[in-house]
């Protein structure tokens, strides 16, 4: 698998650990074209463009004075064709094996203000590992939690210390969310037959966006038959129901949507299918999005680097796009252990759909996406003691909140005493994993508790009253590293009223129902 949850601890599942407006007014001021729009003789021309490498996939972004149908006709001349486009936001994805396709389009400056190419190896599949695998309830233990449960739980909540550690349970007691709110979970699909998602699951508002065009065929969104668990658990812990089978979600009266990004073999989720994702979100009401990962092949995108500026460009204009179409997104910020607000940090693992070069990299000007971009809530992981779970990264002033998503050295008082994220997996089992891909769809879950209580709430005012309602925390004197020992949480710095660890605090799912 690919990064879930972000790096190559992906999303730690394991025993080792898994508006913008149409006429784009907003956009900076460009040069003058090096070639007249329309021109047939200019700098893109179709015998310059001739088919001669590898198919790669590009984002094209235009100019406030640009036109999708100008574009369109650039990139056909350029030795490319277009697989769709976006005029709401400017954006055009394409496939071309002209070597030369992005250096063409970028010269046509008056129409396109970046260009880059999505990946860098061609379109075809590329076998990655993930650290670990899901750890599986057995029976004997769904049988053990469910003679513990207590009158009112669901049958395996007795193992869920993440909803007591917000405060869930009690929050349900007082209102479980609305139906009218439906979270978009962008991952590698959802398993909506699971008969503790079913009740709770929006087909209308569900899609396969691999390739960069959404795909609502029913099922679509499932994950591939020998795909990832990572979007199923993720759902469940949003909005599984209370209805007396399994687990319950943060928020189990609100609906849940599958967009499926993740490519089929090697679970990467490439940008035209995540601008996809939150495209399709936003044109379909969704009004929260969870976003367990990072886009590949980049761990961190550097403006200074034409393709990685291209791929910033696009993700910004869709998430902010998507934010005036009333959808509050929130990210992962990653298990790398990063200090996301250092001057340096080294990236090993990119590209990770090729051969990794390292490089020094500094995380304010190169971004992790979607986490970075501006309007996303960004959140770290905490264990059971409350601590930063020890693969977490963090950063004073890029993490937002934090939220439970599991730590194996804090181990909970639980029939299972384990100290990883309970939830859904395909084919109706549950599981445990651990990582900021568990913590973040909490605070999707609780996001969409705000929502249901404040209908008319944008999504700046419901990222407000997340963060005014979270339990503030201060820095600790020790945390875990990653060999279970406590050592001193020398990394954790504050200010504003913020740390570097848990941003504003911990979520907190009672408030955001009271």
């Not at 053990?144 to 207590?150: D, G, M, S």
Request: overall charge neutral; some cysteine; aromatic content about 6%.
């Amino acid at each position: 698998m690919a990064h879930l949850g972000h790096g190559r601890r992906r999303a730690l599942a394991v025993p080792a650990g898994l508006a913008l407006t149409a006429s784009l007014a907003f956009l900076p001021p460009v040069a003058a074209s090096a070639a007249p729009l329309g021109n047939t003789a200019g700098p893109a021309t179709a015998a310059q463009a001739a088919p001669a490498g590898p198919k790669l996939s590009y984002v094209a972004n235009l100019t406030a004075y640009g036109t999708v149908k100008q574009a369109k006709k650039a990139v056909e001349r350029a030795g490319g064709t277009v697989v769709t486009s976006y005029e709401q936001i400017g954006v055009v994805v394409a496939h071309s094996q002209n070597p030369d396709f992005a250096k063409l389009l970028r010269a046509q400056r008056s129409l396109f203000v970046s260009v880059g190419a999505t990946r860098t190896a061609p379109l075809q599949t590329v076998q990655t590992t993930e650290e670990g695998t899901t750890q599986k309830l057995s029976a004997a233990d769904a049988a053990k939690a469910a003679a513990q449960a207590a009158p009112g739980q669901e049958p395996l909540e007795a193992n869920q210390w993440d909803l007591r550690a917000i405060r869930a349970d009690q929050a349900h007691k007082i209102n479980d969310g609305s139906p009218d709110v439906t979270v978009g979970v962008i991952d590698t699909g959802v398993d909506d037959t699971h008969p503790d998602l079913a009740a709770n699951f929006s087909k209308g508002q569900s899609a396969n966006c691999v390739g960069g065009v959404a795909d609502t065929t029913d099922g679509a969104w499932r994950p591939y038959p020998d795909g990832s668990d990572h979007g199923t658990h993720v759902a469940g812990t949003i909005a599984a129901p209370r209805n007396g089978i399994g687990v319950s979600g943060v928020a189990p009266g609100v609906k849940v949507a599958g967009i499926k990004v993740s490519e089929p073999g090697t679970s990467l989720f490439f940008t035209e299918a995540v601008v996809c994702g939150f495209m399709f979100a936003a044109e379909k009401g969704i009004e929260v999005t969870n976003n367990s990962y990072y886009v590949d092949p980049w761990m961190f995108n550097c403006k200074s680097d034409d393709d990685q500026k291209a791929l910033v460009e696009s993700l910004a204009r869709a998430t902010k796009y998507a934010e005036r179409k009333g959808v509050l997104n929130v990210a992962a910020a990653g298990n790398e252990e990063f200090d996301l607000a250092a001057d340096s940090l080294v990236d090993t693992t990119s590209p990770d759909d090729a051969t990794p070069v390292p490089r020094t990299i500094d995380p304010k000007t190169c971004l992790d996406l979607p986490a970075q971009l501006p309007g996303v809530v960004t959140v770290s992981a905490t264990g059971d003691k409350g601590l930063r779970s020890y693969y977490s990264s963090f950063g004073l002033g890029v993490v937002d909140v934090a939220a439970p998503g599991g730590d194996k050295w804090q181990v909970p008082a639980t029939p299972d005493a384990n100290g990883r994220v309970l939830s859904t997996l395909p084919g109706g089992g549950y599981g445990y994993k651990q990582g900021t891909s568990m913590a973040t769809p909490h605070v999707a879950g609780v996001a969409a508790l705000i929502k249901s209580a404040h209908p008319w709430a944008t999504p700046s005012q419901v990222q407000a009253m997340l963060k005014a309602q979270a339990t503030k925390t201060a820095c600790p004197d020790k945390i875990y590293d990653d060999a279970g020992n406590l050592v001193d949480a020398a990394t954790c710095k504050a200010k504003w009223g913020q740390t570097g660890y848990y941003g504003a605090g911990v979520v907190d799912a009672l408030k955001a129902v009271k």
